[in-house]
């Protein structure tokens, strides 16, 4: 392009009719004083800030709202009843002083029954218009139903709740009217009975719909709909409740506050993609002289953490990593998953990196909270 | 089918929490008769769309952890190139989607559109059509989309409420002023900004004879006789959408002609708080460039 020329193009224009050599001109200027930076003038591992606003619903049981630049989703958090005698494979559990299961092992008893009777159900909704190509009237995209997937797999691998707080249990002993809805202190009751009738059985069970909707999408929809069911669930806070036994049905308690869940751990997600100097077509034409690295140009590619539309649209490769710093101290960073997708760039060392911004980012969505 | 697209809960039916006791007495704070409750409207919520705006109405006693009682938010895409399937038209075509979200209601509300939820895009959809300048637009067509993420229901009435169908009412007042500021954000060309009022006739003690309220707060009253929603053009002085339900005494013949111009007041100060939104938009893109 001539310098003089009276055609030059605002840098929008330039943006819409090639994005991918404008961001690779952002990233790599031909003049060596300008800094290099995104698009969106952030560097490659610098990520959104996060705001986040709990306790906006009055018909949920908890709610969050949770806004990563110009990406904003609404996670709200139901509680509905479920019998035991409506669930089809029911087993009552071997043993019910079970403590919280700090492990989040997927083989302990409390995590199966989270499993087995589908405790949790959430649920991605992309469909409300938050972008040009999500419009309703479709039914869910493959993207709405892989990030509803990734949000339920992870709920459970996490252990973040533990199946304690979902029980509705059914006094047996004779004289109780207290209400107890799976408290702690029924230890002592357990010890004084007999051993051969058991004090309390599991009469239902809490079901928690956890729906998150989209009001607007700019790239990177996991992190922030994780951030949301995080904030949703830690807000959330269910009403005691009994299996009434003559009734033949669970009734909740409006005298006594209502009982926040006990949610273990701090889990949160970032997630970068990857950005190649060459475009996609000249890539594949190049593939067999990218393993000896002979060409330091074809070579090049730029990690950028919390994409945005512009970017995801340009960009094959997306890395995931979910961490956990809440141990905190000299105990180490636990990692509860690690995604990765769409082409060979990413190996063990840029993980290793990509898992020190994410302790960043922990810290980051920890003082938001 | 939706189903297999979706995390499904249990197969077994879920029951919504029922309580042992009714729920505590509502706060005596009465609703003025003749004022509408307060309005909170932001254009440019979802910037990548053509145009959206967020609408909030307040909740004069609030017992619960938000103030505010009615939360809708609407995108606008377009207009935007007809698919080359489309039969050739020469004026904008006009496609209205109007969406609960879940957790908008006491009901758990699920993800497939249903019946009501139809009615109140076709209602919305009449309502705008009388407003856009459509014959700029040839072979275009532009989508709004409305979402409630929260009904206006109150978390504390009596369980013994006569129906919800009240409540869309207020509801779709509330789509239309925010649909018309979404529009208005998008540059669509409109001949006036539309506003959506409702005025009911209730009683609001068994003993107390019928009254004319705007913007019912539909859990004060112990009956509601009839109710209206009106989409109005306040410069223009011309209603683009009328909708009646219920039934009159006979005894007043112009009862129906009050009703309706009391709706009327509710549309104009509706309308002034969408003007003053837009003013205010405007204003910060001045600022900016």
Known sequence: MAAQSSLTLSSATFAKLSPHPYLLANLRPADAST???????????????????????????????VRTGDTTVICGVRGETLATSQIPNYRPPLSLSLSLSSTGDASTPSASELLNYDLLVPNIELATGCAPEFLPGVPPTTLAQTLSTRVYSLLHTSGLLDVEDLRIYHEKSEGEDEDVGGEKNDEE??????????????????????DLLFISLDGNPFDAAWAAVLAALRDTKLPRARWDADREMVLCSRREPAVPLSISGFPVACTAAVFTAKERLKQSQSQGRRAGGGDAASASFWILVDPDRFEESLCDEVVT????????????????????????IVGPEVIRRLAKVAETRWQAFRDAF | ????????????????????????????????????????????VTPSASGSAYLELEKPNATGPSNTSLKLTCTVHGPRALPRSAPFSPHIILTTHVKYAPFAT???????????????????????????????????????IVTIIEGDQDRNAPESQRGDGWYTMNVLSGCITVASAAIADAGIDCVDTVAGGVAALVAKTPKSPPSIVLDPAIADYHKIYAACCIAYLPTRDEVTNVW????????????????????????????????????????AEQEVS
């Open chain 2, 244 to 283: 009646f339900k219920g039934q009159l005494p006979g005894a007043d013949v112009m009862l129906y002609n009050n009703l309706v111009e009391r709706c009327l007041v509710a549309c104009r100060d509706a309308n002034r708080v969408v003007v003053m939104a837009l003013k205010k938009t405007i204003n």
């Open chain 1, 35 to 65: 800094p290099s930076s995104r698009t969106n003038g952030r560097q490659p591992t610098q990520a959104r800030p996060p705001a986040i606003n709990t306790s906006s619903l009055s018909h949920a049981h908890g709610s969050a709202v």
């Open chain 1, 189 to 210: 009751m357990r010890d004084a009975d007999s051993v051969d009738v058991p004090a309390r059985e599991i009469g239902a069970y809490w079901v928690l719909y956890i």
């Open chain 1, 321 to 344: 990593i979910i961490v956990d710093c809440s141990a905190g101290g000299d105990q180490d960073t636990k990692i509860l998953g690690i995604s990765k997708s769409g082409g060979t």
């Open chain 2, 1 to 44: 089918m939706a189903d297999r697209r979706r995390i499904n809960g249990p197969v077994g039916a879920t029951l919504p929490p029922i309580y042992d006791s009714p729920p505590g007495s509502r706060s005596s704070a009465e609703k003025p008769d003749n004022a509408i409750r307060k309005i909170f409207l932001k254009t440019g």
């Open chain 2, 106 to 144: 006491k009901q758990r509300r699920g993800y497939l559109r249903d019946s009501s939820e139809r009615d109140l895009g076709v209602h919305l959809e009449t309502a705008l059509r009388g407003a856009i300048i459509a014959d700029r637009w040839p072979k275009s067509g532009v989508d709004i």
